[in-house]
Nanobody, 119 residues
């Protein structure tokens, strides 16, 4: 059974920090690129960051660049998102997303974890 289980969400004040984790199982994690995608209340999905399968390449949306850092530990089948200088507009459900990056195209999603930035 394929599973992506996000954790680490919660309530944090503006300017604060939070670390999200996504534990993967049921597929060959080390061959998949990973991303974090979020959905704010009443909004569509927004891609935030991505990391290559071996962790040698990272990319970020302009909205989070310089504040968020994506990383992974393949030995633990886990991807992380370190979030700093959080803003109220970062409030969203954060989803872990796996992409095979090749044919056949295979994509998996987690259940999401809620992040709320409020004073």
């Amino acid at each position: 059974e394929v599973q992506l289980v996000e954790s680490g969400g919660g309530l944090v004040q503006p300017g604060g920090s939070l670390r999200l984790s996504c534990a993967a199982s049921g597929f060959t994690f080390r061959t998949y690129a990973m991303s974090w995608v979020r959905q704010a209340p009443g909004k569509g999905l927004e891609w935030g960051s991505g990391i290559s399968s071996v962790g040698d390449s990272r990319s970020y949306a302009d909205s989070v660049k310089g504040r968020f850092t994506i990383s992974r530990t393949n030995a633990k089948n886990t991807v992380y998102l370190h979030m700093n200088s959080l803003k109220p507009e970062d409030t969203a459900v954060y989803y872990c997303y796996a992409d095979s990056g090749s044919i056949p195209i295979i994509r998996y999603w987690g259940q999401g974890t809620q992040v709320t930035v409020s004073s």
